[in-house]
């Protein structure tokens, strides 16, 4: 019984120390492309969600794609205009306004080390461009 009981401790303080290596894990070294160049974040990193989503700080990639971001503090809201798409992203809620039209996102923006994260599939798709995952180099591949 003593054996066992040694057993469950020792299990008991392994998986938290395992699941602390695989929440470190989910975050380390995601990579953004753009029409084959490497994005540059040089003060805010891009990262994997508790959905599964990539955040990335929105200014980098959307300017990369030729997009304007502007930034309301009073409302916690990012307009991104390029062209004729006009997107409307506000802080903590799973809706984003394309054009008027009201669609939902299976994530939320959020601020994070005082930078400002979006989905980058959903912002990227709306302003015309294909997105992509390449698992093997946990790189977006965006063109």
């Known amino acids: 019984m003593?054996?066992?009981m040694i057993?469950?401790?020792?299990i008991a303080l392994t998986v938290p120390v395992i699941g602390?290596?695989?929440l470190v894990n989910a975050d380390a070294d995601v990579s953004v492309t753009v029409d084959g160049e490497k994005v540059v974040f040089p003060d805010a990193k891009p990262?994997?969600?508790e959905n599964g989503r990539?955040?990335?700080?929105?200014?980098?990639v959307t300017e990369d794609?030729?997009?304007t971001v502007e930034w309301n503090a009073e409302d916690r809201e990012v307009?991104?205009?390029k062209d004729k798409a006009n997107v409307l992203i506000r802080i903590g809620q799973e809706r984003i306004l394309v054009n008027g039209v009201?669609?939902?996102?299976?994530?939320k923006a959020i601020i994070r080390y005082d930078r400002t994260y979006v989905p980058i599939r959903y912002v990227a798709e709306e302003l015309g461009a294909t997105v992509g995952w390449d698992a093997s180099t946990r790189t977006v591949i965006i063109t």
């Open 2 to 4: 003593k054996k066992l």
């Open 7 to 10: 057993i469950l401790v020792a």
């Open 20 to 22: 602390g290596v695989l």
């Open 47 to 49: 990262f994997i969600d």
């Open 54 to 60: 990539t955040l990335i700080p929105v200014r980098f």
């Open 65 to 67: 794609l030729g997009a």
């Open 79 to 81: 307009y991104i205009t």
């Open 102 to 107: 009201t669609k939902t996102m299976d994530t």
